[in-house]
């Protein structure tokens, strides 16, 4: 029987912008990210196809698909886990979460170790001036995740080096590493991340997103009715 661990993942992260990802043994073989923020439903399933294609990589040679849980606003992680569900299902394998602050500190963590930084944060942007942050050791050029995720105002983000595009937004507050000033999370990395997780066996997370505070839609209320005032 073959290794499955030796098959490549295929990985989704629509936390931010929409990125599409085909990893195997610790190399990216494909990736597409979008631009945009707000297209995620239109450009997910032609971005799978794209870098299915570019990786020479069927459907039937994968061995899960991988999905960025968050944090992250609620139309993005929808479409992103809806998307990364309904190719799992179709293709018959199994589909894990992945925590999407994780795939910038995976490089971070480097970063880090490099410059000879022990701990640092990963924040992004989470609209309504606040962030979305985690904390972050750096062991040897690894990733250790403390605490987090939250979300929360940027002065109340633990002070230290800042990783993500939520550290540039806010630079009075942040102490952005300036090569990570506008980085979000990346489906790249997210399926390297993955590949550790499923090796190691922990880190793996359940394919539910990480919203972190409630949708701005709201069910209306009844609708009062007219001249039902009291007399």
Known sequence: MPDQSSRPLL????SATASVA?????????????TETNTHAEVLTPAVRRVLEEA???????????????????????AGLVTARSLAFAWGLPVH???????????????????????????????????YWAHY???????????????TAPDEVTPLPAYGAGAGLYPEALAAVAEFSTAVPDAGSLGLVG???????RGILPVQPLYLRESDAKVPGPRKKAGTGER
């Open 137 to 151: 050791a750096s062991v040897g050029g690894q990733f250790q995740r403390l605490h987090g995720p939250f979300v």
């Open 22 to 34: 085909v990893v195997q043994g610790g190399e990216v073989l494909a990736r597409y990210a979008s």
């Open 11 to 14: 990985a989704l992260d629509a």
């Open 195 to 201: 590949e550790l997780a499923l090796r190691r066996g």
């Open 97 to 131: 979460g992945v925590m999407s602050l994780d795939a910038i500190a995976l490089p971070a963590a480097e970063d880090a170790f490099r410059a000879g930084v022990e701990e640092f944060v990963v924040a992004t942007d989470a609209r309504r001036r606040e962030v």
């Open 56 to 78: 020479k990589v069927e459907p039937a040679d994968l061995r899960a698909v991988v999905a960025g849980v968050g944090p992250g606003p609620f139309t993005g992680l929808r």
